[in-house]
Structure formats: structure tokens, C-alpha cells
């Protein structure tokens, strides 16, 4: 161990969508936060990020604005995502600890220049390396699958802006789709189910409440009813409603069969030697979009193949981002770029 391995903590960063999580060498997973930023309007200064962000959404004065910079999978303000990447790597260590190697996931959707913005981002933020590696690559490495091996593995990452959809063998993505249907269409198709059908308007984190509660892909053992509350649509005052399990997975069945669809897709240009490796192994599923109850069991019947759940899905990206931080060496193949300053 060498003077600057004492003095610097190396980090791995699961720059998603949704949630950002950050693992730091030896430790773990160290944060786990919602990708939020506040930000003054007039000077673009960030007045907050993540759980403190969250807590200010839709309750700011008009000089606040509350954005997700990584929303659908792009970047789309390069200013306030690079501050929001800057302060998540300040808050876990102090300024005389800077990371001297950072290994960044991004969404495999990301362009040439978003990629450099992020670099950047993380050398401004002290570091002497910076290494980016697409999702589900890191998803699959958090899984524990043998990404190196000659053999054909399929992961399905369902995140909030993007569902990423790949095939991996030989430390490479073969195939691969990204759709940005994923959680947060899943929200919105709740919140338009309402309107339409219950006259009243419920907000984001409502919505979102009601998806991991009661959402469901198949039908359920024992349907529930739940109260929804909201604003009537008609007289603007606030109200409360009645909906059903049954209503609630019929507000979600299209982004389902976007999801199912993309997969069949992935499927159908996948070559026959890694299908046929596929048709033994399964698919493997992660991200939070993972946990919606029944999806499983939706594909499996739609492609007749095995289908898992990764365990703990929501920190599959950050352990397997954390894994290859760990033994860059020997993860080096796997890798989308890597700069040393
Ligand atoms: P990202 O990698 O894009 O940041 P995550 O993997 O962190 O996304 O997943 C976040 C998404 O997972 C959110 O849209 C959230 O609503 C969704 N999610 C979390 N828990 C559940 C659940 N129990 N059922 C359905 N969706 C869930
Ligand atoms: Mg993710």
C-alpha cells in the first residue's frame, strides 16, 4: 500500500436515474440518496441535494426549482448534474481525503459528450482516475454473474427514467436495448389513471406511493382497495377516492408490455449459441422497477424462460460498480473508458 492508498479513499458511484449510491473501498455502500438537486434560480447556486432535496419537492418558493438532472437517462443540464455528482462525492469524505480513483456508472444511453461531462465532473472533484462502465455490465457484476465467461447472460435493469435490457458475455455487451419506460412512466400512468378515471389529480410521490404498496402485473391472491387522496379535478378541492388493486394494474399494463416487449425484442437478435445459453440460465432482473409485484411471473410466462430477481435489487448497480472498483485489474475489459490525469 503505497502513501496515497492511506491518504485517499478509492470510490465507486451508481449515477442513476432515480437514486445515486456511492461505495467506498472497504466500506461499502457509504450513500444512498435520491438523484434531487435544489438550486437558486437567479445564481444556478445548489441549495440542496438528495434526501434534503427530496424533502423540498413541490414545496419551494418560486426562486427554488427542484430538478432530477439524470431523469431519463440523458443528462439534461450538464451544470447541475455535474454539481450534483460534485456535492455527493464531498459529503462522503473531507477535502484532505479526495478520491484518487472513481468508478462511475452510467446509463448505456448516455452520449459521447454526457460521458465527458461526468469525467469531468469527478476530476474536478479530485480525481486521478476515472473509469465509466454502462449499467447493466454493473448489474450484472453486482449479481454475481461470471460476465468474463464465454457464455450468454441476460439482465433487465428497470430503473426510473430507463429499463436497459442487455445481453453479456465475454466482458462485452452483445445486444443490448434501452427504453425509457421504467418507474417514473409507471408513476405517471397512475396519476393519468386518476385523472381520467376519478376526476382528481394526485401528485408524483403519491403515485409512486401506490406503486410499490399495491401494484401489481398479475392477479393478486386477495385484491385490495386503498383510499387515494388528491385534488378534485372539478372544484379543485381536496377529496378522497376509492381504487382497487385490480384498477391500479390496469393503469400499468402498458408500460408492462413495453418492458415485456423490449425483452422479446432483445430476445429475437440475440445470436442462437448465447440464446440457448440464456434458455438455461434465465434472465435476471434488477432496479427498483424489479420489485414490481408479479413482473417475474409476466415473463416468464411470456418468454418461457427462467426469470430472477437479483437479490436486493436496488443496490445490484452499486455492488457490482463497487465490485469493479475493488479489482480494476481484472474488471479493465469490462470498462466503457478510462482516463488518468
Ligand atoms: P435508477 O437506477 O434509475 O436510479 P433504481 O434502480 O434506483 O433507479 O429504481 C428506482 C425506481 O424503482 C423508482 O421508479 C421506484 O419507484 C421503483 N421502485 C422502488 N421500489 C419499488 C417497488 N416495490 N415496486 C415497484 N417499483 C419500485
Ligand atoms: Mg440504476
Redesign the pocket.
Known amino acids: 500500500m503505497g502513501v496515497f492508498d492511506f491518504f485517499s479513499a478509492d470510490i465507486a458511484i451508481?449515477l442513476?436515474?432515480?437514486?445515486t449510491l456511492v461505495w467506498m473501498k472497504g466500506k461499502g455502500i457509504v450513500l444512498n440518496e435520491p438523484?434531487i438537486v435544489a438550486f437558486d434560480r437567479n445564481t444556478k447556486k445548489i441549495v440542496a441535494i438528495g434526501n434534503e432535496a427530496r424533502e423540498m419537492l413541490g414545496r419551494t418558493h418560486r426562486d427554488i426549482r427542484t430538478i432530477r438532472p439524470m431523469r431519463d437517462g440523458v443528462i439534461a443540464d450538464f451544470e447541475i448534474a455535474e454539481g450534483m455528482l460534485r456535492e455527493f462525492i464531498k459529503k462522503i469524505h473531507s477535502s484532505w481525503m479526495p478520491s484518487r480513483r472513481i468508478v462511475i456508472c452510467v446509463p448505456s444511453g448516455v452520449t459521447e459528450v454526457e460521458k465527458r461531462a461526468v469525467r469531468d465532473s469527478a476530476e474536478h472533484a479530485g480525481a486521478k482516475e476515472v473509469h465509466l462502465i454502462a449499467e447493466p455490465m454493473a448489474a450484472a457484476i453486482g449479481i454475481g454473474l461470471d460476465v468474463e465467461a464465454p457464455v450468454g447472460n441476460m439482465v433487465v435493469d428497470?430503473?426510473?427514467?430507463?429499463t436497459e435490457i442487455a445481453v453479456i458475455a465475454l466482458s462485452g455487451i452483445v445486444n443490448e436495448e434501452s427504453i425509457r419506460i421504467?418507474?417514473?412512466e409507471?408513476?405517471s400512468a397512475i396519476i393519468q389513471f386518476f385523472k381520467k378515471n376519478h376526476n382528481i389529480l394526485i401528485g408524483e410521490r403519491t403515485a409512486?406511493a401506490i406503486?410499490?404498496e399495491v401494484?401489481s402485473v398479475m392477479p393478486m391472491k386477495e385484491e385490495v382497495t386503498i383510499q387515494v387522496k388528491g385534488r378534485d379535478l372539478v372544484n379543485g378541492i381536496p377529496k378522497t377516492t376509492e381504487a382497487s388493486s385490480v384498477e391500479i394494474r390496469e393503469a400499468l399494463s402498458e408500460c408492462v408490455q413495453a418492458i415485456v416487449n423490449g425483452v422479446k425484442m432483445t430476445l429475437e437478435r440475440t445470436p442462437p449459441e448465447l440464446a440457448s445459453d440464456i434458455l438455461d440460465r434465465g434472465i435476471m432482473l434488477s432496479?427498483?422497477?424489479a420489485?414490481?409485484k408479479g413482473l417475474d411471473e409476466r415473463l416468464r410466462l411470456e418468454t418461457n424462460l427462467p426469470v430472477h430477481v437479483a437479490e436486493d435489487p436496488?443496490t445490484a448497480?452499486a455492488r457490482g460498480t463497487g465490485k469493479v472498483m475493488e479489482n480494476l485489474e481484472k474488471y479493465q475489459k469490462v470498462m466503457l473508458t478510462s482516463r488518468r490525469y
Open positions: 451508481d442513476g436515474t432515480a437514486n438523484s428497470i430503473g426510473g427514467g430507463t421504467a418507474g417514473d409507471m408513476n409512486e406503486k410499490c401494484g432496479g427498483g422497477g420489485l414490481l436496488l448497480v
